[in-house]
């Protein structure tokens, strides 16, 4: 096993008690990033849900997105969630800018499956920047904060 994978494994015992018995909803872009911590989850054995948003802003690429993540899912026998957005008219709608229509759009949905397929934890793939963001939008959406939950660096 690789190094990587047994520090991960580590990491999700330590900071997750009975990691075995929870259920994860893995946030999937098709970057690098969200398809990595998708890999490591697999490979840990543990009950994953994939949800994916295509926010139709690249074209093509959107699209093409969308697809790789469908066709892994059905590969490895993933439930997958799909939630496929005109983020520019939702943004003109609401009076927003296009980055805060996708957030919005992103975690009401996250949230929503959340609920309803009762899922412990909300993973994302996100980089250190993007932590601090995440914690202000659950605050100013008055949202529980002690439901989010990030996986500390596995250097510590």
Not at 94 to 102: H, L, P, T, V
């Amino acid at each position: 096993m690789s190094d990587l994978f047994l520090r991960f494994r580590e990491k999700i015992c330590k900071d997750i008690d009975q990691p075995e018995e929870k259920r994860f909803l893995l946030t999937v872009s098709g970057g690098v990033d969200s398809m990595v911590m998708w890999d490591l989850f697999t490979h840990a054995g543990f009950d994953i849900e994939i949800a994916h948003v295509n926010f139709q802003l690249r074209g093509e690429d959107s699209d093409k997105d969308q697809q790789l993540v469908e066709e892994i899912a059905d590969k490895r026998g993933h439930r997958l969630h799909v939630r496929t957005e005109n983020t520019i008219e939702y943004a003109r709608r609401r009076g927003i800018s296009i980055e805060m229509a996708a957030r919005e759009i992103r975690y009401n949905f996250f949230y929503e499956l959340q609920e309803k397929y009762q899922l412990d934890y909300i993973c994302t793939a996100h980089q250190l920047d993007d932590l601090l963001e995440t914690f202000f939008i659950a605050l100013y959406q008055k949202g529980n904060i002690f439901k989010l939950t990030s996986l500390r660096t596995l250097n510590e």
